[in-house]
């Protein structure tokens, strides 16, 4: 499976676009890039996932580079409620999901 | 919206109980999964089903089994509890091959 790099942290001003950057620079053809987040003492939130082209739903938008290395997570309006640690995986299957350091994403008002 | 529903938040036990952890979700998912998470080491998957009464070692089964006897209930055992058990342990599920798993809250074991 490949590896995901991510910024330990980063913060960003209630109200702004939150851009969270993932490098997967050892992506195959066939592996998503998942991203969940983790608000402390609770489970795992799915947020968005693809293959190659970008997508977008209700919580946020996924851009996927031309060459698939690299990704970004854009929360386009950041609330307080959206200070939480954010995690890139890159998986076929998604069966064995491995979670990494992720980006601790602290929202300041 | 996707509901994983696992049946207790926090729970104590002693050293040598036997511990069933219950876990249902709400959207006729083919495949069930058990993770613990443990600070510094991530998650890691204990068990999982693909279908009732199927399934198939994680990567840490040693200590624990599971049942699956209706599509939308998955329970872990922990046969007789040990200190190292303690854990936050967490449900998820899923439908098809590369769709994402959803998560329930999690339940904070400890054993005493």
């Known amino acids: 499976d490949a590896k995901t790099t991510q910024p330990p942290s980063m913060d960003c001003a209630e109200g702004r676009a939150a851009n969270l950057p993932c490098n997967h620079s050892?992506?195959?053809?066939?592996?998503?890039v998942y991203w969940y987040r983790q608000i402390h003492s609770q489970g795992p939130q799915y947020i968005i996932h693809g293959l190659k082209n970008n997508e977008t739903n209700e919580m946020a938008s996924l851009i996927i580079t031309e060459d698939r290395k690299s990704s970004t997570l854009i929360l386009p309006h950041a609330t307080l409620r959206d200070t939480a640690v954010y995690y890139c995986i890159v998986r076929t299957g998604a069966n064995n999901l491995f979670f990494g350091t992720g980006t601790r994403l602290t929202v300041i008002p | 919206d996707v509901k994983v529903t696992q049946s207790s938040r926090y729970l104590v036990k002693r050293t040598g109980e036997k511990v069933f952890l219950e876990c249902v979700q709400d959207m006729d998912h083919e495949n069930m999964f058990w993770y613990r998470q443990d600070p510094g080491l991530g998650l890691r998957l204990i068990y999982f089903?693909?279908?009732?009464?199927?399934?198939e070692k994680g990567d840490i089964p040693e200590g624990y089994s599971v049942s699956r006897e209706k599509k939308e209930r998955f329970s872990l055992i922990l046969e007789s509890a040990s200190t190292n058990q303690t854990s936050m342990y967490l449900c998820a599920s899923k439908q098809g091959v590369n769709q994402p798993q959803h998560f329930g809250d999690g339940t904070r074991l400890s054993i005493l």
């Open positions: 050892t992506i195959s053809g066939n592996e998503y």
């Open positions: 089903s693909y279908d009732v009464k199927m399934k």
